[in-house]
């Protein structure tokens, strides 16, 4: 039968641990994953860009809608910023434990790709179908946030054994979207967001991509960083 480790022992053996790298951590992430290909990320989501499709002058009872929630794919992305970093202690909650690493930008930029099945409506009956889609560049940042690495501790004892699950990112965030038919030329963009839809589904693809670091991926290509780093650690000490 396993001993168990009092609270405060198999903290302090955590604590230890990350207070002996966490500086290393803070200057050796952000030209780790700066400019290193990202996984590319696929989910569905209510995009709400089949409303672009109805007249502002259409006043009959039928109208566009979503059919259900559509595909996105980001490809392409990579981290571009990821300034002025910092460690933190760790943080218990039970056997949740948390490493923060506060970060004034991180801002990551790709491809982004979406399609989405509408529906003309009429009278709550749904008619004849078609599909929107579209295509092109995205960054996004998130200011004065922190990257938080969550670790599980599980039966805390002897052989203390610990899972780091993921990462999470907050922050103020923010996203920038450029449509591949968005003109270059300033007056033609205006006259496009004006009389056309191209506002409307920047805004849309906009909301939707706002969460991009809060997937779960984007966490993982994080904690693979993380892991990356202990493990030279730790192979470095071993041969002293």
């Keep these: 039968m396993k001993t168990m480790l009092p609270t405060d022992d198999w903290q302090t053996v955590i604590n230890d641990a990350w207070n002996s790298i966490r500086a290393k951590v803070a200057l050796e992430l952000p030209p780790a994953v700066m400019k290193k290909a990202l996984t590319d ?5 209510s995009l709400g860009v089949c409303s672009t499709l109805n007249s502002p002058y259409n006043r009959g009872s039928a109208i566009w809608g979503d059919d259900g929630k559509g ?3 980001l490809t392409s992305l990579q981290v571009s910023d990821f300034t002025s970093v910092t460690a933190l202690p760790a943080v ?3 056997f949740d434990v948390r490493l923060p690493l506060p970060f004034s930008l991180l ?7 979406y399609e989405q099945t509408c529906a003309l409506y009429s009278l709550g009956k749904k008619g004849n179908e078609t599909k929107v889609k579209g295509a ?9 946030g922190t990257l938080i ?3 599980k501790v599980v039966d805390p004892d002897k052989a203390l054994r610990l899972q780091l699950t993921g990462a999470t990112v907050d ?10 038919s968005e003109p270059d030329n300033a007056v033609l963009r205006w006259l496009v967001d004006v009389f056309g839809r191209g506002l409307q589904e920047k805004m849309r693809i906009s909301a939707a991509l706002d969460s991009f670091f809060a997937h779960g991926q984007f966490g993982l290509d994080m904690v693979a960083e993380l892991n990356r780093i202990i493990g030279v650690t730790l192979a470095a000490r071993e041969q002293r």
Aim: proline share 0%; no cysteine.
């Design 41 to 45: 990320q696929s989910y569905t989501d």
């Design 71 to 73: 595909t996105i794919r």
């Design 92 to 94: 218990f909650n039970n």
């Design 107 to 113: 801002q990551a930029s790709g491809r982004y790709g």
């Design 136 to 144: 092109g560049s995205m960054s996004s940042k998130s200011e004065g």
């Design 149 to 151: 690495y969550q670790i």
């Design 171 to 180: 922050g103020k965030r923010s996203v920038v979207v450029k449509s591949d």
